[in-house]
């Protein structure tokens, strides 16, 4: 399994990024995927999660409504759209692959995870 996140970077508060995720060494399209991301000095914190067929997405409280998580999976390729970023976004993002077609955000214990990319919010 090998997940590899691109598209961090900085980005002023109010403004957008997106993020992908390209999955290689499993069969994409029969596991949910999540992001998560974790900030210097906190715990991980559960940001989406998507269903292997992309038919059911679920969010954290603090992106509910920001962010967007969609999958490609004729691409293999997992995105996260992130909109009216806040300082508070600060984080090392990272993509993880769930063990089945469904996971429970923040509770479905994931196999896999990414090396991660960068997100910085701030004027």
């Known amino acids: 399994v090998q997940l590899v996140e691109s598209g961090g970077g900085s980005a002023q508060p109010g403004g957008s990024l997106r993020l992908s995720c390209a999955a290689s060494g499993f069969t994409f399209s029969r596991y949910a995927m999540s992001w998560a991301r974790q900030a210097p000095g906190k715990g991980l914190e559960w940001v989406a999660t998507?269903?292997?067929?992309?038919?059911?997405?679920s969010y954290g409280d603090s992106v509910k409504g920001r962010f967007t998580i969609s999958r490609d999976n004729t691409e293999n390729t997992l995105y996260l759209q992130m909109s009216s970023l806040k300082p508070e976004d600060t984080a090392l993002y990272y993509c993880l692959k769930a063990p089945g077609r469904t996971a429970v955000l923040g509770t479905t214990l994931h196999d896999s995870r990414g090396q991660g990319t960068q997100v910085t919010v701030s004027s």
């Open positions: 998507i269903s292997s067929a992309g038919d059911s997405t």
